[in-house]
């Protein structure tokens, strides 16, 4: 209780501050306060709904504060658009959002991270089987992961043409590293008893693999696939700067900036950040499916 009055001190000071150094800053300060306060009471409600609408109180929070500073503060739409132009430019170019989506994240992204992730996980075998490619394969994936993206971009779009394959092909290479390192962790997981346990049963190293080594890696296969479902939104839509057809995310915020056509552009980055909250989304219910039996994925309270 002392620590909760000492904070709400702490903010009605901040909140009398405010006021003095700007008196138009008094409902923008007042709605955070008052989000503030309802949403720590919320959290002490640990269960899964007030989790939930914590988060969400806290996003609504920040657009309606963005909506007000604009407002106030008459912000030009070419320095900060408000959220309410940005949501008018998403529901009047729906289907130029969907075709954009459509052309970078499903057929650039999505497919480049599954031929890179498909690519990771035989490479990570071969590897796990012969130490000789453990010695000579690890350094040269190190070196391509340290390849910047707008150097190896504009030459795979020269390679593979200005369509969706060369931003695939862009996304193979930023995903390929992240998820073979994980994967080859996950490989060596298992301890020597477990190992030595399948030699006593002759288990081939097929079975060995499938039965035991597998199993072991997937919470590590997972880790690297979602830090890289992130990279493959990344890599798609600026291999798309170097080239493209009139299609495409980063095709189209080039030339919305080039039009000052500045909603729109965030209208784009709104598509991109829903995108890939869900991509994030589906791989770890996906985890939470395949690797039930992991200390890391057993119920929370709630």
């Known amino acids: 209780m002392l620590i909760g009055l000492e904070a709400l001190a702490g903010w009605l000071a901040i909140l009398v501050t405010g006021l003095l150094i700007s008196p138009k800053l008094a409902p923008v300060l007042l709605v955070w306060l008052c989000a503030w306060i309802f949403n720590t009471w919320l959290a002490r409600f640990d269960t899964r709904l007030t989790r939930f609408l914590v988060a969400l109180i806290f996003g609504?929070?920040?657009?309606?504060?963005?909506?007000?500073?604009?407002?106030?503060?008459?912000?030009?739409?070419?320095?900060?658009?408000?959220?309410?132009?940005?949501?008018?430019?998403?529901?009047a170019n729906i289907p130029l959002l969907w075709g954009d989506f459509v052309?970078?994240?499903?057929?650039?992204?999505?497919?480049?991270?599954?031929?890179?992730?498909?690519?990771?996980?035989?490479?990570?075998?071969?590897?796990?089987?012969?130490?000789?490619?453990?010695r000579g394969l690890l350094p040269i994936g190190n070196f391509v992961a340290a390849?910047?993206?707008?150097?190896?971009?504009?030459?795979?779009?020269?390679?593979?043409?200005?369509?969706?394959?060369?931003?695939?092909?862009?996304?193979?290479?930023?995903?390929?590293?992240?998820?073979?390192?994980?994967?080859?962790?996950?490989?060596?997981?298992?301890?020597?008893?477990?190992?030595d346990q399948m030699a006593t049963w002759a288990a081939p190293y097929g079975q060995s693999l499938w039965k035991m080594r597998l199993p072991a890696a997937m919470p590590f296969l997972f880790n690297g696939l979602k830090i890289t479902t992130t990279l493959a939104l990344i890599g798609a839509i600026v291999a798309e700067?170097?080239?493209?057809?009139?299609?495409?995310?980063?095709?189209?915020?080039?030339?919305?900036?080039?039009?000052?056509?500045?909603?729109?552009?965030?209208?784009?980055?709104?598509?991109?950040?829903?995108?890939?909250?869900?991509?994030?989304g589906i791989v770890a219910l996906i985890e939470k499916k395949v690797t039930f039996w992991h200390p890391s994925q057993r119920n929370q309270r709630g």
Do not use: C, H
């Open 241 to 280: 700067f170097f080239g493209s057809p009139t299609t495409g995310m980063g095709f189209r915020i080039s030339t919305a900036v080039g039009r000052l056509d500045l909603p729109l552009v965030w209208a784009e980055i709104l598509v991109a950040a829903i995108a890939g909250s869900l991509f994030y």
């Open 103 to 134: 052309q970078t994240i499903v057929k650039g992204a999505l497919t480049g991270w599954i031929l890179g992730g498909a690519a990771a996980v035989l490479t990570a075998i071969a590897i796990d089987r012969s130490p000789f490619l453990q």
């Open 147 to 195: 390849l910047p993206i707008v150097g190896i971009a504009p030459i795979l779009v020269m390679w593979f043409g200005f369509d969706w394959q060369s931003k695939a092909a862009v996304v193979v290479v930023m995903v390929f590293f992240p998820i073979l390192v994980n994967m080859v962790a996950g490989l060596a997981a298992t301890d020597r008893m477990q190992r």
């Open 60 to 91: 609504l929070t920040i657009i309606a504060l963005w909506e007000m500073i604009v407002r106030i503060y008459a912000i030009p739409p070419l320095i900060l658009p408000a959220p309410s132009r940005i949501a008018a430019s998403f529901v």
